[in-house]
């Protein structure tokens, strides 16, 4: 039996969320098969969230807010400074109906097309090299796609470097010392190169698309009627391109339950429907996100806990999509459980969860599906590979996880 309120007595836990990783909320949360429990973090009396019903609890906008949630030090290397992820209100639902526009079924078709037409002429790259390093070369190709689809001009020679900032924004925000720096970095180069090119869609001279990204945030206005600041619409351009690069990952990890659980590849190259049903389990069972935080807009009290206002919460990602209660056998992968999966609100959620237009559920959801559809079908049916002696382990302490050597391809073929 556990106290109530379940709570870490003691010191700030900060530095044991950044030792146990994606564990730290789901040993306090689902030993106990609780939905809350206090912890401190940076300082703050926090309360962790689980299950169902605490995410039910930090999408209720009438609770919670996101202004104030985020720590500086991810704002100023992932996400950007302002951006839709801190807004709340009306403001945040005008500029949500922004991104929401960019995913119509014609810009997500398209973006499969472009998607395979890229791993096409990879793959006659790698044809010719003696090992290719799929997680690096994601980057790259999810890069082109990216830009492609967004509608930013780049160049050949630009690739590897523009990649490689992403790679840092991505991959570097949770680190300290001098790869946070390198991280930060990054972000201000990636953010003034998107600055110039809104200025130059503004100005006329780079020509845009009606519904590309790059586009719409550069003629997007706000609730007065105004552009956005260029900076703001360099951001906002942004979070459509690096997460887009950032699907990479989940390739990794897709090419990884390939491998390591047979029959997978056949079932995914065989048929549509599998298909999208290892997708979804790829999002569901590999470690990405760990978790989010929001801020009380009042006081109250729920499930016997008293929730005081402006405290910092956080809901546990991974450990949802881990969660017994809500998944059978949670930590066998096994895609056929989307087959009669009714698409609950917060179930599975990799990417947010909730609702898209009034809550911060992730609006590139059905982007990186058509990514992930395009990239696995295209390796099941087309690539052939073997394996060097590698280590394809990954670890649920390190934030953000990915095989240690991100899945080293040798002897690749097209058929
Ligand atoms: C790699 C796969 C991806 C993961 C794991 C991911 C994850 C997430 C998560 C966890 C959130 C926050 C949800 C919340 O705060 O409640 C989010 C929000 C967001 N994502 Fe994604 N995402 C991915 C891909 C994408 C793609 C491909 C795009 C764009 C094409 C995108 C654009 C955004 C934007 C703009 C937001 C902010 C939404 C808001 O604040 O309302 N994401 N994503």
Redesign the pocket.
Known sequence: MSYFPAKDKGPDRSLGILKDGYNFARKRLQKQHLDVYETKLLGERAALLGGEKGAEL??DNDKMK?GGAMPAFILKTL?GEN?????DGNP?EH??RL?LS??TPEALDRLFQITVEHWERASEVWEKKRKVVLYNEMLTLLMKV?CE??GVPLKDKEVKKRADDFALMIDGFGSIGPKHLQSRKARQRSEQWFENLILDVREGKLEAQEGT?IFEMAMHRDLNGKHLDARMAAI?LL????????????ITFGALAMEEFPGEKEKVAGSEDYLYYFAQEV?RFYP??PY?P?RTKKEFAWQGYNFSEGQLVL?D?YGNNHDPRIWEEPETFNPERFRNWNGGLFDL??????D?EK???????W??LE?LKASFQYMAQHLEYKLPKQDLSYSLNKMPALPKDGFIMKSVKKK
């Open positions: 930090f999408y996101r996400f951006g839709i992820q801190t807004m945040f500029r949500k991104f960019l995913m990216s689809w967004a990204a906002e979070n459509i391109v690096r997460p887009t690069v950032a699907v990479s990952k989940f999002r990405f996100v989010l929001a809901i990602v959620i990799p990417q947010g969860g909730g898209y809550n911060h559920r992730c609006p590139g959801e982007s990186t990514i």
